[in-house]
T-cell receptor, first 116, second 111 residues
Framework: DVKVTQSSRYLVKRTGEKVFLECVQDMDHENMFWYRQDPGLGLRLIYFSYDVKMKEKGDIPEGYSVSREKKERFSLILESASTNQTSMYLC???????????????FGQGTRLTVV | DAKTTQPTSMDCAEGRAANLPCNHSTISGNEYVYWYRQIHSQGPQYIIHGLKNNETNEMASLIITEDRKSSTLILPHATLRDTAVYYCIVREPGSARQLTFGSGTQLTVLP
């Protein structure tokens, strides 16, 4: 069974802390994504990566950075956590290609982060 | 990626078919229609996708109009576990660009 695994389901951190959210996929996908989801705002893209060591900013990259040192792992870093970064964070991956076969995205179960 | 429009919410009786519409009038020729759903407090789950022909899998059927400007996701026999937010997305398959999720349709299956 294909899987995208996020390191934590729930996380509580203090303001100013450096926070690492880890995501691992076992499908050998090239593309990986980090979203945050807030009530009334839907899913918003933070960063995505289309290859190892490659990254692109999404819609809301401020206050975040990412790392992709290995194909299967994509990390989201909150350099100095703030209360407005309290949210549900979702990781996803998919395969690139010119056809539609096997290019759908798979999501992790989400990490609910609370910054106090 | 083309923009989509979906109703905010819908109800469906358990055991009946749930028909979820989506408008995507600006879809381009190489964009597919994808459907995902998100059950409360879980990550989104892929359901089905198609280009222009109707598609069916073990979860649902997808009906795309001939002009491709709209589509309907059909859950043939809705159960309480199908209560979720359903997202319709149009995009080029396998694109490295972001998956752009709108606000989706909250489907509530009623006992």
């Amino acid at each position: 069974d294909v899987k995208v695994t996020q390191s934590s389901r729930y996380l509580v951190k203090r303001t100013g802390e450096k926070v690492f959210l880890e995501c691992v996929q076992d499908m050998d996908h090239e593309n990986m994504f980090w979203y945050r989801q807030d009530p009334g705002l839907g899913l918003r893209l933070i960063y995505f990566s289309y290859d190892v060591k490659m990254k692109e900013k999404g819609d809301i990259p401020e206050g975040y950075s990412v790392s992709r040192e290995k194909k299967e792992r994509f990390s989201l870093i909150l350099e100095s956590a703030s209360t407005n970064q309290t949210s549900m964070y979702l990781c996803a991956s998919n395969r690139p290609g010119t056809g539609s076969r096997n290019t759908e995205a798979f999501f992790g179960q989400g990490t609910r982060l609370t910054v106090v | 990626d083309a923009k989509t429009t979906q109703p905010t919410s819908m109800d469906c009786a358990e055991g009946r078919a749930a028909n979820l519409p989506c408008n995507h009038s600006t879809i381009s020729g190489n964009e597919y229609v994808y459907w995902y759903r998100q059950i409360h407090s879980q990550g989104p789950q892929y359901i089905i996708h198609g280009l222009k022909n109707n598609e069916t899998n073990e979860m649902a059927s997808l009906i795309i109009t001939e002009d491709r400007k709209s589509s309907t996701l059909i859950l043939p026999h809705a159960t309480l576990r199908d209560t979720a937010v359903y997202y319709c997305i149009v995009r080029e398959p396998g694109s490295a660009r972001q998956l752009t999720f709108g606000s989706g349709t909250q489907l509530t299956v009623l006992p």
